[in-house]
């Protein structure tokens, strides 16, 4: 077996060290060698061990799982009966932290757009009759929802989980949250950016209520507008869209 080096700090969480394998290795994802991939997690368990480091429970439960596919596959498969394949799960999960890692290292990347923006001093003039708004483009959008993600992982503490809470992962659908979007600017109503997320605590669901806004916008069904007075974006509907 192949000795892989690694750097332990870089690691979010066991799906990012299992990645970082399944890419070190050079293997398809799709058809993952669970034996070696397994036997090189383990591995790196028991150096993070040695280095006093902490391990958290949900590397021990990935290890599980691992160790339990690998079994699995261990076993004759009876071909008349066409059972699935054990590692399908895993792949699924996989891919679905791949779409995640992807969208927030978009975010990222524009977390510093608009970021030292400068607004010129407000003038003593009579008071327009409608507040004073502009369209922004899509980047402060993105600029405020980073902020918003940001904020989120200061106030709520990492969750304690159980052994079923982890190995049932949490599914987002991106289209409720454009049922949820629509139905919250329907007949009119106005909310403001940082309102559509109160009450949500979970990246998957931060992540796709604003992929949801997005696409609403740019299929001119909702528009946000930036409102100085409320130093926040105001989403409505577009009349006659929706």
Same mark, same amino acid.
């Given at each position: ?13 066991p799906?990012d ?24 997690y383990?591995?790196?368990?028991e ?6 480091l ?41 891919? @679905?932290?791949?779409?995640? /890692?992807?969208?927030?290292?978009? =975010? !990222? ?5 608009? +970021?030292?923006?400068? *607004? ?10 409608e ?13 405020a ?24 992962? @949490?599914?987002?659908?991106? /289209?409720?949250?454009?049922?949820? =979007? !629509? ?5 009119? +109503?106005?909310?403001? *950016? ?29 528009k ?19």
């Amino acid at each position: 077996m192949e000795k892989i080096s690694f750097k332990l700090e870089v690691f979010e969480g066991p799906l990012d060290l299992l990645l970082h394998l399944i890419s070190k290795n050079k293997v398809n994802i799709y058809d993952i060698p669970i034996a070696t991939i397994t036997d090189q997690y383990m591995e790196a368990l028991e150096t993070m061990k040695e280095m006093d480091l902490e391990v958290s429970s949900e590397f021990t439960v990935l290890a599980s799982q691992l160790l339990l596919i690998k079994s699995r596959m261990l076993l004759p498969r009876n071909e008349e009966t066409d059972e699935d394949d054990p590692r399908t799960e895993l792949v699924e999960r996989l891919l @679905e932290y791949q779409r995640y /890692k992807s969208t927030l290292a978009f =975010l !990222k990347e524009h977390e510093n757009a608009y +970021k030292y923006m400068v *607004f010129k001093a407000p003038e003593d003039i009579e008071p327009a009759t409608e507040p004073d708004t502009t369209i922004y483009p899509v980047d402060m959008l993105i600029s405020a929802f980073n902020d918003i993600l940001e904020r989120s992982k200061r106030r709520i503490p990492p969750p304690r989980k159980t052994f079923e809470s982890i190995v049932q992962r @949490e599914k987002v659908s991106v /289209k409720d949250k454009v049922v949820y =979007l !629509k139905d919250l600017v329907s007949n009119g +109503k106005k909310v403001l *950016f940082t309102d559509i997320f109160e009450g949500m605590y979970t990246k998957p669901e931060l992540v796709a209520t604003f992929l949801a806004l997005l696409e609403l916008i740019k299929m001119n069904q909702i528009k946000a507008i930036y409102n100085r007075e409320k130093n926040d974006f105001v989403v409505s509907e577009v009349k006659g869209e929706i």
